[in-house]
């Protein structure tokens, strides 16, 4: 059974950073690209960055671009994205993926279960 646990969330105030890490088990995705999304309170789920299985391609949402970045470990079979000087707006909850074929949640193979992060001002 595939597993994709997330941690690292939390509470912090604007400007500071967390950094968030995904654990996978029951299958490996070294050969697969690997992400992160997040959803908002009363939006939908959106897509925040992806990186390649060799860890040499990345991608980021807009927004987060020069803030956030996004690291895997194939070996550990984890993908990590840290993030720094947070806002308000980046407050929601974060959502590891893998087996990631592109941009929209259809696009995504596995899931987890989600880590809360809440930006303060």
């Known amino acids: 059974q595939v597993q994709l646990v997330e941690s690292g969330g939390g509470l912090v105030q604007a400007g500071g950073s967390l950094r968030l890490s995904c654990a996978a088990s029951?299958?490996?995705?070294?050969?697969?690209?690997m992400g992160w999304f997040r959803q908002a309170p009363g939006k939908e789920r959106e897509f925040v960055a992806v990186?390649?299985?060799?860890?040499?391609?990345?991608s980021y949402t807009d927004s987060v671009k020069g803030r956030f970045t996004i690291s895997r470990d194939n070996a550990k079979n984890t993908v990590n994205l840290q993030m720094n000087s947070l806002k308000p707006e980046d407050t929601a909850v974060y959502y590891c993926?893998?087996?990631?074929?592109?941009?929209?949640?259809?696009?995504?193979?596995?899931w987890g279960q989600g880590t809360q992060v809440t930006v303060s001002s």
């Open positions: 993926a893998a087996s990631v074929g592109g941009f929209r949640e259809s696009d995504v193979g596995y």
């Open positions: 029951g299958r490996t995705f070294s050969n697969e690209a």
């Open positions: 990186i390649s299985w060799s860890g040499r391609g990345t």
